[in-house]
T-cell receptor, first 114, second 115 residues
């Protein structure tokens, strides 16, 4: 099984809402990633978890809060977002953050902030 | 972070080889070159990666110049399903939290395979 699943597929939320994005993999990977992709732009890294610990935060605003409850699950908690945060949010995983392994990407969650 | 430069778009006839160039002149000695592609609104898909030597797998070949300042992705027999945005990426490795990698995506090349 080489699949990374993301839920929900689509999410519409108001600026005062709190919501969460979920990402799951069962490949035994120990690195997990969140990316943000605006329309017609390349993905931009947001966070990296290495062995369930946050190892990279690319200066992401605090209204985005990542969480890695266990090695298979990655959440992104959203609060007080702005319309410009509307984007495709991609999750990825790789076998080991210390090796040259490929990242497997999920299909993404398309977020619209109204 | 090392950056990559790719042509914004390319066309290729179905059945012919597609050769996608990438410049990464500021790459460091221990940084890998990765290629991913993204079909419209789907998650990126891994294609191939390399450090110094040329690499080949069932999807493509990767040719890296001796000075490592540029590389070429070759799709040997392009099909209509290969139409996608192709990203050439330099993998950056950091020592935070025991070591982790990050992929710095460039703008990519939109490859259109024509019948």
């Amino acid at each position: 099984d080489t699949e990374v699943t993301q839920t929900p597929k689509h999410l519409v939320m108001g600026m005062t809402n709190k919501k969460s994005l979920k990402c799951e993999q069962h490949m035994g990977h120990r690195a997990m990633y969140w990316y943000k992709q605006k329309a017609k732009k390349p993905p931009e890294l947001m966070f990296v978890y290495s062995y369930e610990k946050l190892s990279i935060n690319e200066s992401v605003p605090s209204r985005f809060s990542p969480e890695c409850p266990n090695s298979s699950l990655l959440n992104l908690h959203l609060h007080a977002l702005q319309p410009e945060d509307s984007a495709l949010y991609l999750c990825a995983s790789s076998q080991d953050p210390r090796g040259s392994y490929e990242q497997y990407f999920g299909p993404g969650t398309r977020l619209t902030v109204t | 972070d090392a950056k990559t430069t790719q042509p914004p778009s390319m066309d290729c006839a179905e059945g012919r080889a597609a050769n996608l160039p990438c410049n990464h002149s500021t790459i460091s000695g221990n940084e890998y070159v990765y290629w991913y592609r993204q079909i419209h609104s789907q998650g990126p898909q891994y294609i191939i990666h390399g450090l110094k030597n040329n690499e080949t797998n069932e999807m493509a070949s990767l040719i890296i110049t001796e000075d490592r300042k540029s590389s070429t992705l070759i799709l040997p027999h392009a099909t209509l399903r290969d139409t996608a945005v192709y990203y050439c990426i330099v993998r950056v490795y950091t020592l935070t939290q025991g070591g982790s990698e990050k992929l710095v995506f460039g703008k990519g090349t939109k490859l259109t395979v024509n019948p």
